[in-house]
Nanobody
């Protein structure tokens, strides 16, 4: 079982950067595909980025490609999301999630992920 804790959210002006981190407890972190998802007020939770167990395969929603980078450090049980050139439409609560049963290329369907962090707020002002 994975317990996930996000950090790094905050308020930033458009064009700025933030780095989100997610720390997992337990000794089997490398067994999980991981993902970042976000949910804005009044909207459904959406996929942002995913990363395979070993970190070789990553995937991004089109709206963040070239601006966001997902990475993981299995030795430290962490994943990160480097967010650059932030836009007001990136404002949301960001969640990290873990999927033990994921195929090699993780799914972008948030409903498939078994474990979730509590979320961290990212607010981008214009």
């Amino acid at each position: 079982q994975a317990q996930l804790v996000e950090s790094g959210g905050g308020l930033v002006q458009a064009g700025g950067s933030l780095r989100l981190s997610c720390l997992s407890s337990g000794r089997t972190f490398s067994s999980y595909a991981m993902g970042w998802f976000r949910q804005a007020p009044g909207k459904e939770r959406e996929f942002v980025a995913t990363i395979s167990r070993g970190g070789e395969s990553t995937n991004y929603v089109d709206s963040v490609k070239g601006r966001f980078t997902i990475s993981r450090d299995n030795a430290k049980n962490t994943i990160s999301l480097q967010m650059n050139s932030l836009k007001p439409e990136d404002t949301a609560v960001y969640y990290c999630a873990a999927d033990f049963f994921a195929p090699y290329v993780p799914t972008i369907n948030w409903r498939a992920y078994e474990y979730w962090g509590q979320g961290t707020q990212v607010t981008v002002s214009s």
